[in-house]
């Protein structure tokens, strides 16, 4: 059971990156002072939004209202959406309230993960990616190899080491982990975890480690916390997931052990669930995760199979 990864929340699949024109300083250039260019702003991985009505809103700005900031604070070209050159300034230099007097509008900081669902599905994608993107930078200051200062390049997509000697060039880093719905027959395996809202019962997931296949972590994550053996594995669809640096690729996969024991302690409750159950939730005092998210795509995708 496949479905489309570019309907899901924060896949910027509208977005034409233009990667080969990162290396035209020229061409960004040109691109970063065109009337038609806009710009998000992010501080400390928070995006920039309108408050209107005590709602937040995506806001973007002008090349005239932000110049004044770009000598002296990071920003990366994002890529062309529908003819506008996208643009992300990161200003967690300054103090969040020099930032906010800074415009006529009434402008709030606030985590995408918490404002992302209400917003339109396109403008969550350009923040979530802004948001990846710089997070990357913040935290890849100095070079992994010699440990000199890095500096940014490539229009904001390459960290280079400032040491000639070593001169490496580091890319942003996305980490791949498995997202899975573990079914057998008409139930589904889903677990709470501690760090879940109370009574969200969501689909297992980790990290993919070294040396690891897709499939094999998806069986080993299973087993690990909910002692359950899965069988066949096959994919669904994949998901963005910069907070802060995650790629969720999602799995269903067929159980053939259906005892529930918990190896580790990942999770504080597993449980198997019908269709039935799960269209019922609510009444058990029961919630699934948030909508914007793949979980809630692989277990909605799987009760419409039935
Ligand atoms: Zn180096």
Partial sequence: MQFYSHDLYYATSGMDRRSPDRVNEEKIKTALMSN???????????????????????????????????DHHPWAFLGMYEETPLFVVDLSELENQVILDGFSQEVAFEDLRRAGPLQQRAQASQMAYARGLMFWHQRHQYCGACGAPTKMTHGGHVRKCTNSECGLEHFPRTDPAVIMLITHGDHCLLGHHSRLKDGMYSTLAGFVEPGETLEDAVRREVFEEAGIRVGKVSYAASQPWPFPTSLMIGFYGEAETTKISFEDDELEDAQWFSRDDLKNFGDQGKRLPSHDSIARSLIEHWIKAA
């Fill in 36 to 70: 038609r260019a806009r710009f998000v702003i992010l501080s400390d991985s928070e995006n920039l939004f309108e408050l209107i009505e005590g709602q937040h809103h995506p806001i973007s700005f002008s090349y005239c209202e932000i110049a004044d900031y770009l």
